[in-house]
């Protein structure tokens, strides 16, 4: 049976008797010096999820727990994810040539 967790920022996925971990920061290339400079909301969401920012918002990409890029998000304050199946995916947004990633459960 397939078993998925996090713990400890970092996702845990078992199969087989071996157990994989993901580093959930891993998406991202720098981080702000403040995390609340960027939101996501509401989350979980089902269908729009909106994005509150200090900065402008170069870029967005959306990644499932493999780090497949699954969206790519012209710049706006929302973004439809209807399309996604259910699951945890992370935000990649680029503001002012700074990275900062957010984990999102779309349900």
């Known amino acids: ?7 400890n920022e970092g996702l ?10 993901f580093d959930i920061n891993s998406l991202s ?4 010096s403040d995390d609340a400079a960027f ?13 509150k920012s200090d900065d402008a ?17 012209n710049p706006s304050q929302s973004v439809n ?5 259910s ?4 935000v990649k947004a680029s503001l002012n040539g700074k990275t900062v990633t957010k984990k999102i459960i779309k349900i």
């Open 81 to 85: 994810i209807s399309i996604l199946n």
């Open 12 to 21: 845990y996925y078992t199969k087989s008797n071996q157990v994989w971990k």
């Open 87 to 90: 699951g945890i995916y992370f």
């Open 39 to 51: 939101s996501v909301y509401p989350n979980p969401s089902s269908d729009v999820i909106y994005f």
């Open 29 to 32: 290339t720098q981080s702000l």
């Open 57 to 73: 918002i170069d870029s967005i990409n959306i990644y499932d727990v493999s780090g497949k890029l699954v969206m790519n998000c």
């Open 1 to 7: 049976m397939d078993y998925y967790t996090i713990f």
